[in-house]
Every structure is written in C-alpha cells, then in structure tokens.
C-alpha cells in the first residue's frame, strides 16, 4: 500500500507550482577493479572513509528561488506519492543509526521546515541510539522562513543546531536574490532560534561576484554582534539553468581579502577542522602597528568559510544522503543513486535496506571531480538532492 503523501506548508502558491517531476534512479555501479567490501556495519568506502553524517531531504519544494539554486518560476516538484512518508523517513533513519554507524542527521530540502512533520520525525530521531550507545546528535538547515514559530518546539523535540541561509542585509537584494520579499521573516527566524538552546546559530552566506561580493564585512560584523557563527560558502555547480562558471565564483581567499578590509583573521589549527567542512579563522579588530597576530581569547569571534570547489574535503568526507524521494546518494555531485523506496515498499527487512545502503557507499569516488575535463554536473539540482 502506498503510505499517506507528507504535507507540506506555505508555498508553493498555485501559479508557482510547475509540471510535476519523477525522478530517475539507478543502482550504483560497481568498479571493474573494486575490492570485496570487508564485513563490517558501518558504511565505508574503497578509500579507506567511513560516513557517519547522514543529510536527510524532507521534501525538494521551496519558498525561496534564490538564483543560485533556481530559476524565478520554481522546478518541477516529485508527485507527493513519490515522496517518503513520515515512518519511511523515521524506519530508514533508524537502519542508518542502529545499523550503519551514523551518528549525526542533518535534515535539510528543499526547505525543511514546508514538512509538517518535521517535529516528529526529530523527536523519533532523537529518541535513537547509536552503535555507540549513544544520542545522535540532529540538525537542520533551512532559510528561515517559518522558524520563529518553530524553533522553541524543535528545539523541544531534540533538536541539536541550526544552519540559518542568509545572503544579504539589505532586504531589496535579499529580494532581488530569492526572487521573494521575506527578509524580514528570515531575520525574525534567525532572533527566534537563537534565544533557544539552539544557539549558537550559524548563518550560511553565498557571496556572488558583482552581487553581494561588497557585503561580507557588514555580514561578519552583524553576525559577531548578534552572536550568530558566520560561515561562507563558495558557490557549486549546481544551479539548474548550467550559468555556474569556475572562473566567476568567489574562491576562500578571494572571500579573505574583502573580509581582511574590515578585521585580522588568524587561521585555527587545522587539526581542530576534522571532517568539517569549513576551515575557520579567529576575528579580531585590525591588528597594532607593530603586527603582532592577537592572541585566540581575545578573538571577537569566528568565521568559516566552505572552499567546496578551490580547496575540497572530499578525502575527509563522512557523509552520507537521502533524498526526499528515498535515493541515497554517496556523494553531492554522484551521477548515480541506489533505490531504497522501491526495496522499502516491496516489503525489504531492516537488514536488506541496511545492506542496500552499505554497497551504495562502498562505490564512492575518491573526489567530486569539479575542474576535472570528465566532470559531470549531477543530474539533478540542489533543491532536489539536498544541502
């Protein structure tokens, strides 16, 4: 029997929801050369990682058509039919946590908070117990809209942190880029959640060339004021309409030399960094003149910045992805996905679902490949893979 579609809130508005999209899957090749995977439960790969770090899509429909991610008039959505229910969502987290070895889940879209459930599903999720006898720690990333109404019952539901999307101050550009006037919704978000245990909130921040390039400084100093953890992020290949092109992105150190305009950073260990993606710097007031690097403590606070394309992490990479339409993938940039819907509602055990998932993962590639004269984008966009 098919399960219930899951709802969704807030937009789409009818004029904004185009034909209706399913999307293709396919089982993960395997290598001519491959090693035999040992027998071992958690989800390694040939090189040597092991994912812990699951990224969950609730749903690939959004309230935002932020340039990078979207054309103005939105994507096609997957029918509701095609998308995992409620208890499927919960049943395959649970395999990944009590079988797999995952200890981290972040929930993600689309925008996760049109999931009506979503409280729910992080209350299931929270109540799990991983291989370690541990709590798994949760997550979501989202733009914000909707959060000062829901961050106090997330938080409540076990929610562990929160990653807020903001790419501007000025409400009008916010406008121009999400092509949809609700900064003000974002801001109040943001206020919400950080007076929860939810905070610290970090805020993450695309800076496009010639159209927020001039904000990182205000950006970083609104966030050091506000107690907010500010973290960059270098733009992927990953918008729909193929406009991304290497040599107009902002890389890490071009991010760096505007942020230096307006403070000293002084880089932490790397050793501090491990699997995270963000490499991370002290902020301070613009040194003395005798050019003395500032000492950690008395660190206004810190700024990351995500060099996903000029400085990739991909050899330290531990995650894992679920679509929304139950997909996993092994990397953001696979070309290919291994089906756990289909082998779910065809009545799969807990263990086949488990073993499914564990040769998905052992085929991982060694890198995404960008820059590379082979490389191919995915055949699918951000908001339908998940962030």
Known sequence: MV???????????????PARLTAGTVDEPRRPDEPRRPDEPRLLDTFGRVAKDLRVSLTDRCNLRCSYCMPPEGLPWLPNEDVLGDDEVIRLITVAVEQLGVTEIRFTGGEPLLRRGLESIVAATSALQTLGGGTPETALTT?????????????????S???????????????????????????SGLAAAAATPLAPIKVNTVLMRGVNDDEGVPLLRWALDHGYHLRFIEQM???????????????????????????????????????????SWWVHEHSSPDGDLPEPTAALGRVGVIGSVTRSFCSACDRTRLTSDGQVRNCLFARSETDLRALLRAGASDQELADAWRQAMW?????????SPLFLRPNRPMSSIGG
């Not at 999307?165 to 999400?178: G, M």
């Not at 991982?364 to 820059?371: D, E, L, N, S």
């Open 3 to 17: 399960p219930r579609p899951p709802d969704t809130l807030g937009d789409p508005s009818p004029d904004d929801a």
């Open 363 to 371: 085929g991982k590639a060694a890198g995404h490949g960008i820059g």
């Open 143 to 159: 733009n914000g809209i909707g959060l000062a109404e829901r961050a106090q019952g997330l938080a409540e539901a076990g929610l």
């Open 161 to 187: 942190r929160v990653n807020v999307s903001l790419d501007s101050l000025d409400p009008e550009r916010f406008a121009r880029i999400a092509h949809r006037n609700r900064h003000a919704e974002v801001i």
């Open 237 to 279: 290949p990953l918008d729909p309409h193929g406009a991304w092109l290497r040599e107009e992105i902002l890389t890490v150190d071009d991010v760096l030399q505007r942020l230096a305009d307006g403070f000293t950073l002084v880089p932490m260990p790397s050793k501090d960094r491990g699997s995270a993606p963000a490499e």
